[in-house]
């Protein structure tokens, strides 16, 4: 059984920072890749960056480049992503994701497997 546990979302001020880590077990990410999906109320998921679990490619959305890093541990089965600069439009519930393909930029369509979500609420 695949699954995903995300964590570290919380309150934080604009310019501030969070990590988001998202434990995975029962996946085989070397075959596949782990990302992050964030959501605002009545709006589409939004994929926000991935990472191969096979070379390592990494994909962010424009929106966070540059502030953003997503990295894994293989030998923790983590899953990071570092938020750095935060600000108020960055406020939604992330979902951690897993696909079983080496494409990065997906939709919520090609997911497979999802993790709980947690909120990240960015003050102005």
């Known amino acids: 059984e695949v699954q995903l546990q995300a964590s570290g979302g919380g309150l934080v001020q604009a310019g501030g920072s969070l990590r988001l880590s998202c434990v995975y077990s029962g996946f085989s990410f070397r075959d596949g890749a782990i990302g992050w999906f964030r959501q605002v109320s009545g709006k589409r998921r939004e994929g926000v960056s991935c990472?191969?679990?096979?070379?390592?490619?990494?994909y962010y959305v424009d929106s966070v480049k540059g502030r953003f890093t997503i990295s894994s541990d293989s030998a923790k089965n983590t899953v990071y992503l570092q938020m750095d600069n935060l600000k108020p439009e960055d406020t939604a519930v992330y979902y951690c994701?897993?696909?079983?393909?080496?494409?990065?930029?997906?939709?919520?369509?090609?997911?497979?497997?999802w993790g709980q979500g947690t909120l990240v609420t960015v003050s102005s």
């Open positions: 990472i191969g679990g096979g070379d390592g490619d990494i």
């Open positions: 994701a897993a696909h079983s393909s080496w494409r990065l930029r997906v939709g919520v369509e090609d997911i497979n497997y």
